[in-house]
């Protein structure tokens, strides 16, 4: 019986001195953040309107904040509907 409770003394005592030791480094550690990452903005996708007349021809309304992905959308459904 003795035997049990000093175990169960030194488990504890032990525990408690783990715990104390990691919330200690857990407290030292420091988070940075970059810059960087904090001013970039998140790209919004172009919107593209198809619209198909009586005649069956196709035409589209794009819109987006970059002028090069715009272009590059144009260019990508003159092809597609020119295959066809």
Do not use: C
């Not at 001195?17 to 996708?45: E, G, H, M, R």
């Amino acid at each position: 019986m003795k035997k049990l409770l000093v175990i169960f003394f030194i488990l504890l005592t032990f525990s408690l001195f783990t715990d104390n030791a990691f919330t200690q480094t857990q407290t030292q550690v420091q988070i940075t953040k970059d810059k960087a990452l904090q001013y970039a903005k998140p790209k919004k996708p172009i919107k593209i309107k198809l619209h198909r007349d009586k005649k069956g021809e196709y035409s589209w309304d794009i819109t987006g904040e970059s002028v090069d992905e715009v272009i590059k959308a144009d260019k990508r459904l003159r092809q597609l509907f020119k295959e066809e």
